[in-house]
């Protein structure tokens, strides 16, 4: 099964830029999307942007035109520029994956990484 494990979270400032990275290892068949979900504190899990085999990128309506999901083959990134303190949040690597080709997607979420934004 995979294993998911996000990086390049950490403090940023506002107007500034970061990239998270999430790669995912392990003993898969195929991954079928890639997202990234963020919480801050005291608010709901939100979706913040989905990429699926096949389809065009999603956007939560928050960040289109300061984000970009992209991926290669078993590695998600999510660039964010022109960050806002609003953008704080703890923020989840998601893969819907197939373990073997007969099986069903099983949804891996990785630990989270923390994204401050300051001012």
């Known amino acids: 099964q995979a294993k998911l494990e996000e990086s390049g979270g950490g403090l940023g400032q506002a107007g500034g830029s970061l990239r998270l990275s999430c790669a995912a290892s392990?003993?898969?068949?195929?991954?079928?999307?890639m997202a990234w979900h963020r919480r801050a504190p005291g608010n709901q899990r939100e979706l913040v942007a989905t990429l699926t085999s096949g389809r065009a990128p999603i956007y939560a309506d928050s960040v289109k035109g300061r984000f970009t999901i992209s991926r290669d083959i078993n590695t998600v990134i999510l660039q964010m520029n022109n960050l806002k303190p609003e953008d704080t949040a703890v923020y989840y690597c998601n893969a819907d994956v197939k373990i073997t080709r007969y099986s069903p997607v099983w949804s891996e979420w990785g630990q989270g990484t923390q994204v401050t934004i300051s001012s």
């Open positions: 392990g003993s898969f068949h195929r991954i079928e999307t």
